[in-house]
């Protein structure tokens, strides 16, 4: 069996030995969706976005008291809800021409622009839209449709046993709409190679970021469910396990119980089920490239770390909450910087809907920083709130990983590298840096040295797998995307502010907040600051 911590060392960067594939012909570069040949379409026809500020949606924090309140109520979830859903999720906000080409952007990051992450809608009936299995695209921007009826119960059987607490999972057999994120391992390899790995729970993070963002502006419950067994939703979905993963699966909203696993019980349901399980499909595609990528390592890291079925879930969320903060480090006695994050009424009135249309990767700064009230907003916001089944309903805090910040330039924060401690809005310095550490730890990326911030996020990979599994690692890289996707939000919420996610050099990122920081591993990096004007 694989043990991933061999995938990670295998694939960290270092100054002398960057990994890269060797794939890269223009020739065979991925598409950025799924194309089906033979299932029927269903296209939106608008969208209705929530129009609360975005500050007032990424979380309930302790400084916003009416963050969980919208003034964008909906009596049910209809098509345009569900239309709203994708669109803010990963829809596609700008297309450009460059050399001849269309570059089409999404609305949430991907590494290397390669769009290999994939969302599927299981609902159940609902005003436009009949119930069902779908796959969202971007380009037609509706879903194709994969099977008809109502298949929630084969998610739930999936979940297994959801009762604890106020977990999300406890909302999939009742959840009238469920979206579950995939990797297309292939479409991010063809650059990335084995990375990918990481790239896929980074990814579909900053997809999910962006999605309860909208759910809860819409004032809809939403959390992320990780613990699920793999087999009975890859089925579902029609999904080949070798090229393509999934990732996580988000309930969406409150409705009845399902009265057993009653699926498709319309007469022209495209595949009749048995119960409680479905005969898998294997829908025809159109073929994505004439080249091939290896996925072999990526797939069996993949395989090792899913779950056999509903009652493994169950054991492995309940082992997951009992570990929460495991890898953590303690703070210190470092010089402390108190941060104040604007509060609810002196926040950024901008909406949701224009931050993710605006949200890009800023490669320009300007000479001076942004403020200290805006770098403790930035990350207020983004680091915590984040409703997950790994917290068992305390999504107050980041459960695996810590927060640390490369700072330069910044007006009311000295130059230097601090541990970020969310409960205090504090920061605990560290030790000094300057714009060429920034830069050099960054892979030498000039913009990791121009951003006046660069927020890394690191948890104790070890630790992490000897308690968890190799399925742990999954959701210390998930965590660490969605909070990269908050991160981002948080940031053009701000209309001076832009920034970047970036890749690094894992070990000497560590040797720079050691010891701090002496057994934890960077999951992400997070570049921002004030935007030039040119």
Known sequence: MTDVRELHAATSHAPDDVHAADVRDPATRPPSTKRYRDRPFVAFEGIAPPWDPALSLLTETRTDPLAGTSSTERESIDVETVA?????????????????????????????????????????????LEAGVYHFDPAGFGLDVL?????????????????TGDDPATRVSTAPVTVVTTSVWWRNAWKYADRTYRHAFWDSGTVLA??????????????????????????????????EGTTAMVPIGEGSPIEGMTSAESTDSLVEPDDPSVEPIDPARVPESSGSVPVSNIADAWDASTLEDGEAATNWRRRVRESRGIGRVSAGSGRRIDLEPVDHETASARPLHPVVVRRGSCRTYATDGPSRRQVATVLDRATRGIPGDWNGGDSEHLAFLDVYVLCTAVDGIPDGSYHYHPGENELERLGAVDVETKTHVALDQSWAGDGHVNVYLLADVDRIVGTLGNRGYRLAQLEAGLTLGRLYLATYAHRTLGGLGLTFYDDPVTAHLSPRAADQNPMTLFAFGRKSVE
Do not use: W
């Open 84 to 128: 709203t859903l994708c669109y803010e999720a990963m829809g596609i906000t700008n297309e450009i021409d460059s050399d001849g080409q269309e570059h089409r952007f999404r609305a949430a990051s991907c590494t290397g622009k390669l769009y290999h992450v994939e969302c599927y809608v299981v609902c159940e009936a609902l005003p436009g």
């Open 210 to 243: 962006n999605l309860l963002a909208c759910a809860h502006g819409l004032s809809l419950p939403a959390g992320v469910v990780t613990g699920f067994a793999a087999d009975p939703v890859v089925d579902l979905l029609g999904l080949d396990p070798e090229t």
């Open 147 to 163: 099977r008809r009826g109502d298949y929630r119960g084969v998610l739930a059987e999936a979940v297994g046993d959801s009762s």
